[in-house]
C-alpha cells in the first residue's frame, strides 16, 4: 500500500528531474526500464570502443612511419581509454565489469556493427579515423546531455579525444591523396567499401526504431537516428570534395528546400544481418576478445596473489627501510642489523 | 561475480578503485572517475594511463570504493538544511550601494 505511493512519489520526483533537464545520479531512484536501457546502450558503447581497437591494432605493426604508427598507437590506446570510461559509467548502474565482458564475450550484448569490417589497406586507417570516428563525434556530441550523470561525464571526456582521431585519419587521407595514382586509388576504393557501413552506425531509420521514443522521452538519447544520420551526411560531403573522392551514392545531392543533402539508404538488410552476427569478421573479434581475456587470466590472477601477499607486510618493509637515519647505513647503503 | 566451486578468490574481481585529479596547481582534486585494481599502486599507475594521457593532471589521489561514506539521496533534505535557511552566507544577501567602489 504505502509502498506503490513511494514509487509513485519517487517516480514523480524522477520525473520533475528530467523534466529540468537536470541530471540523474546513481544514488537516485529510476525506474528498472531508465536503468536496463541505459546499462544496454552504455554496455553496447564500452564494447564499440574496445573491439574498434581491433581493425587498426592490426596495422600497428604494419605502419608506414614512425611517425604513423605513433599516432596510431596513440589513438588506438585512446579507444581503450574510452571503453575504461564507459565501463566505469555502466558499473554505477550496478553491473559489473565481469559480467559486462563476459557478456561481450559471450555474445548476449552488442557493440557497433561497423567494427565487422575488415581493414584491407592502410588507407582503411585514414577512412576509419575520417568516417567512422567522424560519426562517432556526431552521435557522441548530443550524448555529452545524456540525462545520466556519468554517461555524460564519460562522453564529455571522449569527446575531447575524438577530435583527434578524426583529423590524424583525414590528415593521412590527404597525403595519399597527393601522392601517386596508385595511391589515390587505395583511399577511393576504401571510402567505397567504408560509406555505407559508416551511414548504417547511427542504427536503423526512425520508422524502424521503436525505442527511439522512450529514449528521447527520458532524455537519454537527444536526436533521432535519421537526425544524427543526416547531420553526419552534411559535414562529410564538403569534407569529401575537398579531399577529391568521391561518395559513393548516386543519389547524393544538395537539396536547396531543405537546405540539406538527399542521400540514398544503405542496405538495411545488410545491418540486421552483421548486427545478428552473420558480418565478414563478427567471430574473429569475438574470438579474439576472448582469447586475450583467457590469456590474460594469469596476469590478473598473479597481481592478486602478489597484492594479497604484499598487502600489509609492504608497508612495514617500507617504514624499516626509512626508519634508520644515515650513520647505520653501510658504505655501500645496506642498512646495519641490530 | 558468480560465485562457483572453482571461483577462489585469486580470480575475484578487483576492487573498485575512485580516482581525483588535480589539473593544476592551485586547483582541488576532482573526481573524475573509477577503475579496477589489485591494489593501490596498480590503481595509481592505471589512474594516470586512463585518466591523464593528455597532461590533466598534476597529482592524483585513488581510494578504494568501498571506503567512501556517502550521504545518501533521501538523506538529502535533512542533511543539506542547515545551509538551506542560511541566505546570510551569500554576499548577495547585503545591501551595499552600486556606487562603493570594488566590492
Ligand atoms: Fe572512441
Ligand atoms: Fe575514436
Redesign the pocket.
Known amino acids: 500500500m504505502s509502498t506503490s505511493t513511494d514509487e509513485a512519489r519517487l517516480e514523480e520526483q524522477f520525473e520533475a528531474v528530467i523534466a529540468r533537464h537536470e541530471r540523474i545520479e546513481p544514488r537516485d531512484w529510476m525506474p528498472e526500464g531508465y536503468r536496463r536501457t541505459l546499462v544496454r546502450q552504455v554496455a553496447q558503447h564500452a564494447h564499440s ?1 574496445i573491439i ?1 581497437m581491433q581493425p587498426e591494432g592490426a596495422w600497428l605493426t604494419r605502419a608506414p612511419s614512425l611517425r604513423r604508427k605513433a599516432v596510431l598507437l596513440a589513438k588506438v590506446q ?2 581503450a581509454g ?1 571503453g575504461l570510461y564507459l565501463y566505469s559509467a555502466c558499473e554505477t548502474l550496478g553491473v559489473s565489469r565481469a559480467e559486462l565482458t563476459r557478456m561481450l564475450i559471450d555474445g548476449r550484448q552488442k557493440y557497433s556493427s561497423i567494427f565487422n569490417y575488415p581493414t584491407l589497406s592502410y588507407a582503411d586507417v585514414g577512412t576509419i579515423g575520417w568516417l567512422v ?1 567522424g560519426a ?1 563525434i556526431c552521435n557522441q556530441v548530443p550524448l555529452c546531455r545524456t540525462s545520466y550523470g556519468p554517461y555524460g561525464r564519460a562522453m564529455i571526456r ?1 569527446c575531447k ?2 577530435s583527434f ?1 578524426q583529423r590524424q585519419g583525414y590528415e593521412l587521407l590527404m597525403t595519399m591523396m597527393s601522392g601517386t595514382d596508385e595511391q589515390r586509388a587505395m583511399v577511393q576504393e576504401s571510402v567505397d567499401r567504408f560509406w555505407w557501413p559508416a551511414l548504417m552506425m547511427f542504427g536503423p531509420p526512425d520508422d524502424a526504431s521503436p525505442n527511439t521514443a522512450r529514449s528521447l522521452a527520458w532524455g537519454i538519447k537527444r536526436n533521432t537516428n535519421d537526425e544524427l544520420r543526416q547531420k553526419f551526411v552534411d559535414m562529410t560531403v564538403p569534407q569529401a570534395e575537398r579531399l577529391g573522392v568521391t561518395l559513393p551514392d548516386p543519389d547524393l545531392r544538395w537539396n536547396e528546400e531543405r537546405g540539406a543533402h538527399d542521400f540514398g539508404q544503405p542496405d538495411w538488410d545488410e545491418l540486421t544481418r552483421v548486427i545478428s552476427g552473420a558480418g565478414p569478421c563478427n567471430a574473429e573479434r569475438i574470438a579474439h576478445r576472448r582469447r586475450a581475456h583467457e590469456d590474460g587470466a594469469w596476469v590478473r590472477e598473479a597481481a592478486s596473489a602478489f597484492a594479497r601477499a604484499t598487502k600489509e607486510p609492504g608497508r612495514d618493509r617500507a617504514q624499516v627501510e626509512q626508519a634508520p637515519g644515515s650513520s647505520l647505513r653501510d658504505p655501500d647503503g645496506r642498512v646495519e642489523t641490530r | 561475480m558468480t560465485t562457483t566451486p572453482n571461483d577462489t578468490s585469486p580470480r575475484a574481481e578487483w576492487p573498485l578503485y575512485e580516482v581525483f585529479v588535480r589539473g593544476k596547481r592551485g586547483l582541488n582534486h576532482v573526481h573524475v572517475g573509477s577503475l579496477h585494481a589489485a591494489d593501490d599502486t596498480m590503481a595509481l599507475h592505471h589512474a594516470r594511463d586512463v585518466y591523464t594521457r593528455r597532461n590533466e593532471g598534476v597529482s592524483i589521489w585513488v581510494v578504494r570504493a568501498d571506503a567512501i561514506t556517502a550521504s545518501s539521496p533521501d538523506e538529502k533534505d535533512p542533511l543539506f538544511a542547515p545551509s538551506g535557511d542560511k541566505v546570510y552566507r551569500h554576499p548577495t544577501f547585503y545591501d551595499v550601494p552600486a556606487d562603493v567602489p570594488h566590492m
Open positions: 570502443e574498434g585512446d579507444e574510452h570516428d562517432a571522449v579525444e575524438e582521431h
